[in-house]
């Protein structure tokens, strides 16, 4: 070796700087807090439990509810429901895979005093299941922490970190190991942008002997699961499309605290509480970016996260409950020394194996699609 410094020939551990960069990059990527480690190449995690306060029917006739399996395992005989919209309120007399029966509790003033009036399809609230006095053991409405599971496949990263004998004679940056350090401070940065550009649009592909692995992102897991899904149809992205997918993702368990958008879309979303925008005495930053606004469904703050990478005519409303990030056991990102014999200057390669967990998905993202280009919502809204 023709160059000589501190960490010559030993590997260095940069997963806290690679979590440290994640954390701080202002993109989709920082919703991803470190998880437990994969163990093998196809990663399994457990998903919540969520269970949404409500109940689809596609089919209602007399009082039978037709639903699927998962809609009957939220509610039990005696459970009471409220008919969406209206104050009317239904007990379940008995519960079965694919049907709910019920009756009427009370009408509260509405017209629904019979099952036979019910529409055709109908969504229902649930109040509350009343318990029994000395009620016991599995009388009560069960809850786990650990649902069902879901997968995704690790990807292998790697970066090149060169030094050239010109540029360490020159010693613009100082010695050698700042140098470096400087180098793969850069390496992280752009591995960060490259990790956020699979979060999004990565597609799942498990490794065999003729194909590499490819960790899926939220477009592919979305689009492979039953999350909700709104489509805009070419109208301006507002509060009430915003409000509408935070209450489908409310309606499914979620939690409903951000809004992913390009940063053309986060301008018309300012442009319209421009007016209603509150400047405190202590400020001493003025602009026309919102970077809060409030749920209308529960009354939250939601954050809007502009991120560059994102399509224009898209958004998406997320629980930053779903995401996570585990390296495959002893695979987390590294650095070692590579550098060849007699090769004038420095080489060390970064690399670590990783992908990406989307907990809840169903329950936790939806997507709004079909917007109006940001260029031409901006335009109408400054008209």
């Known amino acids: 070796m023709l160059y000589s410094y501190s960490f010559a020939n030993r590997t260095r551990d940069l997963s806290g700087v690679m979590s440290t960069v994640i954390k701080d990059e202002p993109r989709f990527i920082s919703n991803f807090k470190p998880a437990a480690d994969a163990t093998s190449r196809k990663h399994e995690y457990w998903e919540d439990h969520l269970t949404g306060r409500s109940i689809y029917s596609s089919s209602v006739q007399d009082g039978i509810l037709r639903v699927s399996a998962a809609e009957s395992a939220k509610v039990q005989p005696g459970t009471i429901l409220a008919l969406e919209n209206t104050p009317a309120l239904f007990v379940v007399d008995s519960v079965e895979s694919d049907r709910i029966d019920l009756s009427v509790a009370d009408p509260n003033g509405s017209d629904f005093g019979s099952v036979t009036v019910l529409p055709a399809a109908a969504k229902f609230l649930i109040v509350s299941t009343p318990m029994a006095e000395g009620s016991s053991n599995g009388d009560g409405e069960e809850s786990y922490h650990i649902g069902s599971s879901s997968w995704n496949a690790t990807q292998i990263f790697r970066k090149e970190i060169v030094l050239s004998g010109s540029a360490l004679a020159v010693n613009l940056y100082g010695n050698a190991d700042n140098q470096l350090n400087r180098q793969t401070a850069f390496a992280m940065a752009e591995l960060a942008r490259d990790l956020n550009r699979v979060a999004l649009f990565g597609r799942r592909v498990e490794a065999s002997a003729n194909k590499r692995g490819e960790a899926g992102g939220l477009y592919y897991f979305a689009n492979h699961t039953s999350a909700p899904k709104i489509n805009a149809e070419g109208s301006i992205l507002d509060s009430f499309i915003i409000n509408d ?23 018309v979303i300012s442009r319209e509480f421009s007016d209603r925008m509150q400047l405190v005495r202590s400020d001493d930053r003025r602009g026309a970016y919102v970077a809060v606004i409030v749920n209308e469904i529960n009354g939250k703050g939601m954050t809007i996260l502009a991120d560059p990478d994102m399509p224009d005519t898209d958004a998406w409303v997320l629980d930053p409950a779903c995401f996570g990030l585990a390296n495959l056991a002893g695979r987390a990102i590294t650095d070692t020394d590579a550098t060849p014999k007699g090769f004038d200057g420095i080489r060390r390669i970064a690399i670590g194996e990783l992908t990406f967990e989307f907990k809840n998905i169903a329950q936790r993202c939806c997507c709004i699609s079909g917007l109006k280009p940001s260029s031409e919502a901006v335009g109408e809204l400054r008209g």
Request: with cysteine; hydrophobic share 40%.
């Open 245 to 267: 997918a935070a209450q489908a993702l409310l309606g499914e368990g979620g939690d409903p605290m951000q809004i992913l958008c390009s940063p053309g879309q986060a301008r």
